[in-house]
């Protein structure tokens, strides 16, 4: 399985972008499926989670209430709309799958760079 994140891209303050995580591959099926990011300089930080089998979501602080986080179990696909963008939400975004629990989120995709211009 492998996962693929796209929809970064160039984007005014206030503005919007919606982010994909496409899980490829054989059968997918984690306990639980997150977004992270990592800005330049700084180390990567949580972003949200989802459970793959209820609606249970976790958000970071720093984004609560502007980012959304949801999944589409037909397609193996986890967004996350992102909404009144703020120049320090400029970052590779990554997503990442929690195949068990307990574990660790320990499949990766390549992130996608957003960028929030002031």
């Known amino acids: 399985v492998q996962l693929q994140a796209s929809g970064g891209g160039l984007v005014q303050a206030g503005g919007s972008l919606r982010l994909s995580c496409a899980a490829s591959g054989r059968t997918f099926s984690p306990y639980a499926v997150g977004w992270f990011r990592q800005a330049p300089g700084k180390e990567r930080e949580f972003v949200a989670t989802i459970s793959w089998s209820s609606d249970s979501t976790y958000y970071a602080d720093s984004i609560k209430g502007r980012f959304h986080i949801s999944r589409d179990n037909a397609t193996n696909t986890v967004y996350l709309q992102m909404n009144s963008l703020k120049p320090e939400d400029t970052a590779v975004y990554y997503c990442?799958?929690?195949?068990?629990?307990?574990?660790?989120?320990?499949?990766w995709g390549q992130g996608t760079q957003v960028t929030v211009s002031s």
């Open positions: 990442a799958a929690r195949r068990s629990s307990p574990g660790v989120f320990d499949l």
